[in-house]
Nanobody, 123 residues
Framework: QVQLVESGGGLVQAGGSLRLSCAASGRTVSMYFMGWFRQAPGKEREFVGTVSWSGGQPAYADSVKGRFTISRDNAKNTVYLQMNSLKPEDTAVYYC????????????????WGQGTQVTVSS
């Protein structure tokens, strides 16, 4: 059992920055790869990026590459999504998720999901 809780969303002007946090808990957290996703109204959920606890570099969707950065703090079981140069099209509910392989995370086939945090970027 893994529990994921996102925080850090809010309202920001275009060009601004936000940092989202995902606090993970549970006995098997270290087994999982972490992902960030987002879903805008009327749109399908979109993969944003992924990172592992045990090494390897983060990977990102093309739409956010160069603007967003995923990091982690293993001691705190927390992953972060630093979002810079935000655009109105980044407006969405952002979700943290976890699954056992990188490929299933990228595909959105995650066993565990957080409840989401709203990010709104104004123009």
């Amino acid at each position: 059992q893994v529990q994921l809780v996102e925080s850090g969303g809010g309202l920001v002007q275009a060009g601004g920055s936000l940092r989202l946090s995902c606090a993970a808990s549970g006995r098997t957290v270290s087994m999982y790869f972490m992902g960030w996703f987002r879903q805008a109204p009327g749109k399908e959920r979109e993969f944003v990026g992924t990172v592992s606890w045990s090494g390897g570099q983060p990977a990102y969707a093309d739409s956010v590459k160069g603007r967003f950065t995923i990091s982690r703090d293993n001691a705190k079981n927390t992953v972060y999504l630093q979002m810079n140069s935000l655009k109105p099209e980044d407006t969405a509910v952002y979700y943290c998720a976890a699954d056992l392989t990188v490929r299933t995370v990228v595909a959105g086939a995650c066993r565990y999901w957080g409840q989401g945090t709203q990010v709104t970027v104004s123009s």
